[in-house]
């Protein structure tokens, strides 16, 4: 007569410890861990105005009008709406903390999850961010955009 063993009780007669599922479902479980992790906290916090005070986060010859430029280390991006006229805000998303990518079109976009805000003033254009971009006060110190 034939005996009913269990996966399980057949690999702890064989002296195998864990089965090739549990290792598969283990490291699906930390790939989506880190994943959730990269995005959640990738961006890191924002910094204060105060932090930034009288830092030069920028050159004004780098940002070109209508555009702007995300500084990834200060976690600062500045724009120039108009000719002359600068703008900065935190370059951390109000969604989940991404560090914003790319500014066009008059547009600062999140590559995360696709949130836009506006260039001009950081305003929310599209969600699924709720909050606008923090703005730091800056003006133009020689040939430098400095948080004032």
């Known amino acids: 007569m034939g005996e ?10 064989r002296g195998g410890g864990i089965g090739r599922r549990a ?7 930390a790939v989506g861990a880190a994943a959730l992790a990269g995005c959640g906290a990738g961006g890191g916090g924002a910094k204060s105005a105060a932090d930034l005070k009288g830092k030069e986060i920028a050159k004004v010859a780098d940002v070109p009008v209508g555009g702007g ?6 976690k600062v991006v500045v724009t ?6 600068f ?9 989940q ?3 914003v990518g790319s500014v066009a079109g008059g547009l600062i976009k ?17 969600g699924p961010a709720k909050e606008p971009l923090k703005e730091y006060p800056v003006q133009v110190k020689g040939d430098g955009i400095v948080v004032t």
């Open 4 to 13: 009913n063993v269990t996966p399980e009780a057949g690999r702890a007669a």
């Open 87 to 95: 703008k900065a805000f935190t370059a951390v998303c109000p969604h």
């Open 80 to 85: 120039q709406p108009a000719q002359g006229s």
């Open 97 to 99: 903390g991404c560090t």
């Open 23 to 29: 290792v598969l479902y283990g490291g699906a479980g």
């Open 110 to 126: 999140c590559p995360c999850h696709g949130s836009e805000f506006k260039a001009a003033d950081g305003s929310l254009q599209r």
């Open 69 to 74: 430029k995300v500084y990834g280390d200060e």
